[in-house]
């Protein structure tokens, strides 16, 4: 699919408060700018945000001169109905949301630790979430995360293995006056382990470099110290790729260092690194360190020798670059016919068009009695339906068209779900939206508290995966008419929809 609306991707990093979330958003604009006229909308840029974004040829909109309590009103009408508003940073509460959304545009959060409502349409996270429900949302909106949509720059996705490795380690906390104990107690450990290092590269803000030569001087000094700051990405791949361990933060840098191959030792000492720390423990990318303050000089020691001697076992990363890249592809494009969907009420004028749609060849494969539909038998049916109490009929429409169709009976208290997409607007993703829509609707209409249930036949693994990609819950198989089908469920909310 081809797609051309714009995007505007509104993000701040300086030497003061740091890069991070620049070049997360960076990092995500790499991969936006191939299917899209992206800008990043910034505030008070500095020379690194300025050449950063010349190098990854990315349009930089500077609003310093926008009054921040007028920032949300500007950015909204900047995008517009059409366009993409992408939200990386703290400081966009709901508040905030609520007015760029006043546009119109279709708006995208990065999320790190659930601290606020969102109002997105979409909401991202890189790290695993052990309970979405968690993460406080509108009905509508959609969440996807997980280290499939981790955040990496084009240079840590290069093949590292010709790389040649030295007797170097990698050091990375940020730039902040906080990492300064983390760097001493780092120095302490690798004096400690008795390593024979060729560097102990330190990658920090320049700003630190008194207080860390101090340390270096005082009481570190038979370590082969080499500090770094305001490198290229380039630059800091090169290190990465060459060093033989790591020891950082789990933040982006620890993802970057996976993603190039170097076995890294990765624990938290503020809130938002919880999430990513969760999810490399869980896919085995990194031993477990823990919170970085509390750890003891012992353990670290320990923890850095043990890595040095059995630095093989972490060679391998599930983090794969190009994999990431087609899923952000997929996930953008994705937003762009789901700003042109739109779903409404049945009536009785479209009972010729599900007639359509019920006897199309896939659809009766897949029904639970796939004999072809009768149209007298149909309309009487139709008829009945679409004025049942107990019944809830929905049409998709895709700029304009009808694409699918989507059906809530209520059996045994639950809402069973029977949905079709159009033979001509499959592969688009319309069965998601249909769900993901048509419960809005449902919940809008009948109120709090809903289960929703999906049964599919045991072959139809395509509509089962749906299922499972929106979160529902895998139960038990069921028997309808001696067919044997697949049963999931969901609870709806008034509030949260985990999809």
Known sequence: MTVSAEMFIRADGNSTIGFGHLMRALAFANHANSISKVTLVIRNPDKIAQDACHHYGIQLHDISSIPINEEAFYLGKLAGRGKIAFLDGYSFDELYQQQVKQSGCFLVCMDDHHDRMFLADCIINVAEIEDPAKVLRKVSSRLVYGLKYALIRPEFSVDSKEAEKKDQVFVCFGGGAETLPLIDK??????????????????????????????????????????LSNLSSSAIANLISNSRIGICSSSTVSLECRALGLPILSGYFVANQKGIYKSLIKNHEIPALGNLQEI????????????????????????????????????????????????????????????????????????????????????????????????????????????????????????????????????????????????????????????????????????????????????????RSGIELSSFSYRLSSQLLSL
Do not use: C
């Open 186 to 227: 780092t120095l302490q450990a690798l004096s400690h382990a008795n390593l024979s290092l060729d560097k102990i590269l330190v990658v920090l803000n320049e700003k630190l470099f008194p207080q860390v030569n101090d340390l270096h001087s005082s009481k570190f000094a038979e370590l082969p110290l080499e500090l």
């Open 296 to 479: 003891s000089a012992e353990f670290l020691v320990d923890s850095i020798v043990h890595l040095w001697n059995n630095h093989q076992d972490y060679a391998k990363s599930v983090l794969h670059p190009e994999q990431i890249q087609k899923q952000y592809l997929r996930l953008i494009q994705s937003w762009f016919v789901e700003m042109e969907f739109s779903i409404r009420k049945a009536t009785a004028g479209d009972v010729e068009l599900y007639l359509d749609w019920a006897n199309q060849p896939d659809v009766r494969l897949n029904a639970i009695n796939s004999d072809p539909i009768i149209p007298e038998n149909h309309r009487k049916w139709f008829a009945s339906r679409i004025q049942s109490e107990t019944t809830k009929l929905f049409v998709g429409e895709w700029n304009g068209i009808p694409v699918g169709q989507i059906r809530f009976d209520l059996h045994n208290q639950a809402w069973e779900i029977d949905y079709s997409v159009d033979a001509n607007h499959r592969n688009m993703g319309i069965g998601e939206l249909l769900i993901r829509k048509g419960m809005q609707e449902l919940l809008l209409e009948i109120g709090e508290n809903l289960l929703v249930k999906g049964l599919v036949k045991l072959n139809n693994l395509p509509s089962a995966e749906v299922f499972k990609k929106m979160h529902f819950s895998e139960n038990q198989t069921e028997s």
